[in-house]
């Protein structure tokens, strides 16, 4: 933000420098706002940070259909500020605005909570939508007035020193409360057994929940000190009505020109309102190409953490959880803030380089653009270690050897050995609908058993075929996919030699037995599979009918197959790999948080600030709301992209993005060329308007932000 810039007699001066000893101290009420903030802030983004995660683990939704939802819901947020605007502006005034839709707010934080909680009973999907709903009209109806609310604390100009960091510093506490919930959250949900699951999504929603309702009460602490402006009427249909009647007179003017077509609605509106909406329109149109920002910079919880569930967390004897990466975001906002406000804008501005709000906004447009070219490269890495999956035209088969003994295999034109407890595979089997291959078993090294017969596969399917001692064999319909959590998947392949018995393997990590599967062997089919089970990562004993046989480690993205032999002498197991774990680590992520939360800096903290102080003051709200229209766009736009499916590969979707945004940045910077910067004063405090130095010097209570191409040598006023 420029400075203020001032000059005239003394008397003025002198005038402005006694009002000044009146009002030069921080409003007091600011820290009642800005620890709401701090407090609703980490309930958003507490529930938010999971709630990805949750559409795909615990409500059953696929990547694409998560991500449509996730975005729906974040659309839903940023649209909402238009009736919190309408509230504000129009009716019953911000103070009110933001209290009434707090408490819907938290009551939908308190529904999905109760929806997570399986004890209830209740229909989780309808009742989550139901909480979501609530929460994205209350967390987007407060969201215009917070900001123009805690502006309206400050007397411009006396206290536009302390204005210039109240934007930053309530964008720091705002991260703060995030930095807070990301990691937290997250911790809650993985780190509670709750309900006989391995996380504790209901747990992970009740805290937030609790830190809505102590927002709320934080916020009703300051009343008795808050600065509370009246609603001076319905400012959105005025204005529409306004623009309306400008149009319909240009068009049965007979020829008569006026200097701006809005000035046709002068017969019936007055020039302020008239000359308060062109600075709306001339806003507004800035904001046409802004939506593509948002729609790379909101993916961070949605492909960015489905991207990290992809990827190995672990360093030394911790692991880091997917969810918890979006915590670099908020860490380095609280890092940035500071070195851009202190540093790098104030260097910036003595080489006359990024030095105007337009000019930052560009930049970081730019930069989010980037960041999405850096998560595409990382993608086109991280796809080296995907599995393959069955596709059409080609079949996958497994076959495992559950014997104590390796085996000699020919199958149709290939010949191989599998050692005993072991495995081998083909995934690119040609195959159109069935096929069946001859094949032959000769195990004669250690025992006297030749077998043949017919492997059937299929087209599109994975087949896996077991083979123990004798005629005992069994087949079934394999899964080669990786689990959506990222948590390795576990299946038992249970050999019992004993007739109609039972095989119960207990899985058992610090004394404490974490699962337990059971498979039951008949006469007729001595092999059987379980289904597969998801674990924790980690080592875990593994007991067999009553007896600890051995350790297994279990990695985040693998899928294994543990083979069980049991006879009267013995019990034996091996663990077979079947799907590599994550081998690509996630904190090759970190660049391209990096390079979004720079990004985030010049881009959302300077728009926040633009949107405010470009903004009539009979319109704040209603701008605030404009500006945060741009981001419900965005995740329009992200919706529209997920559901046409355009690529296969998510590299290349990142790549469109980036290409995307590229393009907008462009438009936008060419359209700043021809912005000039308006000048708004605190009309509630009688204070001027001032647009010339003219009217600067001349007035005693004049106040605004001067154009930024405007300076002079005379006194500067920081």
């Given at each position: 933000m420029e400075s203020i810039v001032l000059a005239g007699s003394s008397t003025t001066g002198e005038a402005i420098e006694e009002k000044g000893k009146k009002k030069e101290n921080y409003p007091k009420s600011i820290f009642f706002i800005v620890t709401n903030e701090c407090c609703e802030r980490f309930s958003y983004h507490g529930m938010r940070v999971i709630l990805a995660l949750y559409f795909r683990n615990k409500l059953g939704y696929n990547d694409d259909i998560s991500t449509i939802i996730y975005h729906v819901f974040t659309m839903l947020v940023a649209f909402f500020p238009l009736l919190g605007a309408l509230m504000a502006d129009a009716w019953i005034g911000k103070f009110k605005t933001i209290l009434?839709?707090?408490?819907?707010?938290?009551?939908?934080?308190?529904?999905?909570?109760?929806?997570?909680?399986?004890?209830?009973?209740?229909?989780?999907?309808?009742?989550?939508?139901?909480?979501?709903?609530?929460?994205?009209?209350?967390?987007?109806?407060?969201?215009?007035?917070?900001?123009?609310?805690?502006?309206?604390?400050?007397?411009?100009?006396?206290?536009?020193?302390?204005?210039?960091?109240?934007?930053?510093?309530?964008?720091?506490?705002?991260?703060?409360?995030?930095?807070?919930?990301?990691?937290?959250?997250?911790?809650?949900?993985?780190?509670?057994?709750?309900?006989?699951?391995?996380?504790?999504d209901a747990a992970a929603f009740l805290f937030p929940a609790i830190l809505m309702i102590l927002s709320i009460v934080v916020f009703i602490m300051g009343k008795s000190m808050y600065k509370i402006k009246q609603p001076k009427g319905n400012v959105m249909f005025d204005t529409a009505r306004c623009i309306y009647n400008a149009v319909y007179n240009k068009v049965s003017s007979n020829g008569v020109t006026r200097n701006h077509w809005l000035d046709y609605a002068d017969d019936k509106y007055d020039v302020k309102l008239i000359e308060d909406i062109k600075s709306l329109l001339r806003v507004s149109k800035l904001f046409l190409p802004l939506p593509i920002f948002?729609?790379?910079?909101?993916?961070?919880?949605?492909?960015?953490?489905?991207?990290?569930?992809?990827?190995?967390?672990?360093?030394?004897?911790?692991?880091?959880?997917?969810?918890?990466?979006?915590?670099?975001?908020?860490?380095?906002?609280?890092?940035?803030?500071?070195?851009?406000?202190?540093?790098?804008?104030?260097?910036?501005?003595?080489?006359?380089?990024?030095?105007?709000?337009?000019?930052?906004?560009?930049?970081?447009?730019?930069?989010?653009?980037?960041?999405?070219?850096?998560?595409?490269?990382?993608?086109?890495?991280?796809?080296?270690?995907?599995?393959?999956?069955?596709?059409?035209?080609?079949?996958?088969?497994?076959?495992?050897?559950?014997?104590?003994?390796?085996?000699?295999?020919?199958?149709?034109?290939?010949?191989?050995?599998?050692?005993?407890?072991?495995?081998?595979?083909?995934?690119?089997?040609?195959?159109?609908?069935?096929?069946?291959?001859?094949?032959?078993?000769?195990?004669?090294?250690c025992r006297n058993d030749k077998r043949k017969g017919k492997i059937n596969v299929q087209e599109n399917t994975a087949i896996s075929y077991v083979f123990g001692d004798g005629d005992a064999t069994h087949s079934f319909k394999d899964r080669v996919d990786k689990t959506k959590g990222g948590y390795p998947a576990l299946r038992i392949l249970s050999y019992n030699t004993l007739n109609d018995s039972k095989t119960i393997v207990k899985l058992i990590k610090n004394s404490v037995i974490e699962h337990t599967i059971e498979v039951t062997n008949t006469k007729s089919q001595l092999i059987q599979h379980s289904e597969f089970i998801e674990p924790n990562r980690?080592?875990?004993?593994?007991?067999?009918?009553?007896?600890?046989?051995?350790?297994?480690?279990?990695?985040f993205g693998g899928v294994y197959t543990l083979q069980v032999y049991t006879s009267e002498k013995s019990i034996e197991t091996s663990l077979v790999t079947v799907i590599e774990p994550n081998s690509l680590h996630i904190l090759w992520l970190i660049p391209q948080y990096i390079v979004i939360t720079i990004a985030e800096v010049m881009f959302a903290v300077t728009g926040l600030e633009f949107a405010f102080t470009q903004a009539p003051n009979s319109m704040k709200s209603l701008v605030q709301a404009g500006w945060l229209l741009t981001m419900a766009t965005g995740n329009l736009i992200i919706i529209i992209i997920a559901k046409a499916k355009i690529f296969d590969s998510q590299a290349n979707e990142f790549f469109l993005f980036a290409g995307l945004m590229f393009i907008n940045m462009i438009i936008f910077s060419i359209m700043t060329l021809y912005y000039k910067y308006i000048v708004v004063g605190d009309e509630d405090d009688n204070e001027a308007n001032c647009h010339t130095l003219d009217e600067i010097t001349s007035k005693e209570n004049c106040s605004g932000f001067v154009n930024p191409s405007f300076t002079d040598k005379s006194d500067n006023i920081d």
């Open positions: 009434y839709l707090s408490i819907v707010y938290a009551i939908g934080q308190i529904l999905l909570s109760a929806a997570a909680t399986p004890i209830f009973g209740l229909p989780i999907r309808e009742l989550s939508m139901i909480g979501l709903a609530l929460i994205a009209l209350g967390t987007g109806g407060i969201k215009p007035c917070v900001a123009a609310f805690g502006g309206e604390q400050f007397i411009l100009p006396l206290q536009e020193k302390y204005l210039k960091t109240f934007f930053s510093v309530l964008y720091f506490i705002i991260n703060l409360g995030s930095l807070v919930s990301a990691l937290l959250t997250p911790e809650l949900r993985n780190g509670i057994q709750c309900f006989g699951d391995t996380t504790c948002w729609a790379l910079y909101d993916q961070q919880g949605s492909r960015w953490t489905f991207q990290a569930t992809r990827m190995d967390g672990e360093i030394g004897g911790y692991f880091i959880k997917p969810d918890q990466m979006q915590v670099i975001n908020p860490l380095l906002i609280l890092a940035f803030i500071p070195i851009f406000q202190t540093c790098i804008y104030p260097l910036l501005a003595k080489v006359k380089l990024i030095d105007t709000p337009l000019k930052k906004l560009t930049t970081g447009g730019f930069l989010a653009g980037v960041a999405f070219i850096v998560s595409g490269i990382v993608e086109l890495q991280l796809e080296k270690t995907y599995p393959v999956l069955p596709s059409y035209g080609l079949a996958q088969l497994r076959i495992f050897n559950l014997r104590n003994c390796s085996i000699g295999v020919n199958l149709g034109n290939e010949n191989f050995t599998i050692d005993s407890y072991d495995m081998w595979q083909n995934t690119s089997i040609q195959a159109t609908g069935y096929e069946s291959i001859d094949y032959t078993i000769d195990s004669s090294k980690g080592i875990y004993d593994v007991e067999v009918n009553g007896k600890t046989v051995n350790s297994i480690s279990l990695r």
